[in-house]
């Protein structure tokens, strides 16, 4: 089958431009791998681009790395990185999204339950001047219980909590600009979070329905496990879009709240004991008091710090607080 390599391939070391990257991350997938590579080649040659795939090996144990270096050595359109462990899916694309040069990147699994076919689709939205185009699996092929039911619910809570109204949070076939992938910086499973992390970027987002197939080798990597690790990213996100540079305005006003009223109650606490004289010793509400002074200056230090830290972030990386989409003169 290799022989239908494209003809338009362009060899990795050659400093032409290109036009795609398609990004895969590879985590044990043998049986599939020269299978997808095969369909992903297929599905771009007829749109005449130049464009590479980019394999990331995340420290697979099934002889996926040996299949993919052999594979990478023989055709020119493949270029594989190849991981020193697994470090899972997200460290992956972000090593993918480094190796990648093109204008236009594609990310896929690399599971073929992705159809590659769908690439070209995914192309002409971006075209239309979005930045994002997130793959949505509309007929997804998975467990309806342990893995559509989580799922559902998840991109419910994600789109209401990030604002942004997509059906699929979890199709890992995306399109994106290469600018915008540039400012974004992953790190944990944050990889679900692309299209939320995107639009904090100010990205122009949409979706289109996209193939989906059941699993045709090995297993899926994940289990019900993720759905706890989602809500946690989901509080990192949330707080990121709403308060990163600005963290004194969540922490110092709920430590303000704190603070005041805990003061309030101590001074009515300090009348009824110097002025009616009464034993104040067993109060519930001297706790109470207590307890919300010191949270409300715990709460206040709190955003000092991560206002510092928030700083340090911005302006060790020369981050901008802004990102502009264009300069019209
Ligand atoms: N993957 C990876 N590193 C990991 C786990 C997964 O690179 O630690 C890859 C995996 O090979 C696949 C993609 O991420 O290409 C999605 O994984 P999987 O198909 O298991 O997830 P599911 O489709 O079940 O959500
Ligand atoms: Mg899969």
Redesign the pocket.
């Known amino acids: 089958m290799l022989q239908t390599k494209s003809n338009n391939s362009t060899p990795t070391t050659q400093k032409e431009q290109l036009d795609l990257s398609i990004v895969?991350?590879?985590?044990?997938?043998a049986e599939s791998l020269s299978l997808l590579i095969e369909a992903i080649a297929n599905a771009v040659t007829i749109t005449h681009l130049n464009y590479e795939i980019i394999c990331?090996d995340?420290g697979s144990t099934d002889g996926s790395t040996k299949i993919l270096t052999d594979l990478a050595t023989q055709r020119s359109d493949l270029k594989a990185v190849i991981l020193r462990r697994?470090?899972?899916?997200t460290p992956?694309m972000a090593a993918g999204f480094e190796n990648a040069r093109a204008k236009a990147i594609i990310t896929l699994?690399?599971?073929l339950?992705n159809d590659p076919a769908d690439i070209p689709l995914l192309l002409d939205k971006l075209n239309e001047g979005y930045d994002l185009v997130s793959g949505w699996r509309k007929q997804r092929q998975?467990a309806a219980l342990t893995?559509l039911l989580p799922s559902k619910i998840a991109n419910w809570i994600i789109g209401k909590v990030t604002g942004v109204k997509i059906h699929d949070y979890?199709c890992?076939l995306k399109a994106y600009r290469s600018e915008l992938v540039a400012d974004m910086n992953l790190y944990g499973e944050l990889h679900r979070f692309l299209p939320a992390l995107a639009y904090i970027e100010g990205a122009r987002i949409t979706e289109i329905p996209v193939r989906h197939h059941p699993?045709r080798y090995g297993?899926?990597?994940?289990g019900l496990g993720r759905t706890i690790r989602v809500v946690m990213d989901l509080l990192t996100v949330f707080f990121m879009k709403k308060f990163l540079t600005k963290p004194m305005h969540v922490f110092g006003f709920w430590g303000l709240i704190s603070l005041i009223s805990g003061i309030l109650m101590g001074l009515y606490l300090t009348v009824v004991k110097l002025v009616m004289g009464q034993n104040i010793g067993d109060r519930p509400l001297l706790i109470l008091s207590v307890l919300l002074i010191l949270t409300g200056i715990e709460l206040f230090s709190f955003g000092l710090l991560a206002e510092l830290l928030m700083r340090t972030y911005h302006e060790s990386q020369k981050r901008p607080i802004y990102r502009v989409r264009e300069v019209v003169q």
């Open positions: 895969v991350p590879i985590y044990n997938e990331v995340d697994n470090y899972g899916q992956a699994d690399g599971d339950q998975d893995r979890g890992s699993r297993n899926s990597k994940y």
